[in-house]
């Protein structure tokens, strides 16, 4: 079937939804650990965090826009800092659950039975559950004026990875910890490794590396 953006516009909001956040494929399932100043925690789940650059390390996460009480984004701008913790095959259920409208005195991690852990000098929780992981200090928010939403971008201050999942020459390998991916909005996934290949160069196959 193809669609056109005047077919796209006329389908009801929720298959709108759904078919537009499948359209991206496969995203990353973390959790977003944050506190306000007066030590209430949050934890949220989001899969709109993207890599920007790794000197210096710094990563982007949109949040939706500013017109409702969003707990996750006011906690952000109070005290500067998250956590991001990827989700695994063993909480997956638990982390969808963290995106219901639970009041702002209720912490999510009581209501979903996760456990917080604190690490370092990020006020922020982490998840203890969370097999990689790392501590985010707020650099700079941008609004993004086509739809409202809003783009942090974070600079990573300390990382957590499980000792089975890293690598010699320093690849994350993620089906070791089964790490789970997320399409549209509620549709979960482990992932299955093709396989890792040689740097790519011109007229040169690439060679796949050992595992």
Not at 14 to 20: D, G, I, K, Q
Not at 25 to 30: L, T
Not at 126 to 137: D, G, I, N, R, T
Not at 173 to 189: F, K, M, Q, R, S
Request: hydrophobic residues 40%; proline residues 4%; aromatic residues 8%.
């Amino acid at each position: 079937m193809q669609f056109s953006k005047k077919d796209i516009d006329a389908m009801p909001s929720r298959y709108r939804a759904h078919f537009v956040n499948s359209l991206s494929g496969y995203k990353s399932a973390n959790l977003v650990g944050t506190t306000d100043t007066q030590g209430r925690h949050n934890l949220a789940i989001v899969s709109s965090v993207v890599h920007l650059g790794a000197h210096p390390p710094l990563i982007a996460m949109i949040m939706r826009p500013d017109v409702v009480e969003r707990h996750t984004l006011a906690n952000i701008r109070e005290t500067g800092w998250f956590t991001l913790n990827q989700v695994n095959h063993r909480f997956w259920q638990a982390a969808h659950q963290t995106s219901a409208k639970y009041d702002r005195c209720e912490s999510e991690f009581n209501a979903v039975g996760l456990e917080p852990e604190f690490i370092g000098e990020c006020p922020a929780p982490f998840v203890k559950e969370s097999l990689a992981k790392y501590a985010v200090k707020l650099v700079r928010e941008q609004v993004i004026e086509e739809n409202g939403t809003i783009l942090l971008v974070g600079a990573i201050e300390h990382g957590v990875v499980c000792d089975e999942a890293l690598c010699s020459d320093g690849h994350i390998d993620l089906n070791a910890i089964e790490t789970v991916a997320v399409t549209g909005l509620d549709g979960y996934h482990l992932g299955s490794r093709l396989g890792r290949l040689s740097y790519a160069q011109p007229n040169t196959w690439p060679t796949k590396l050992d595992e």
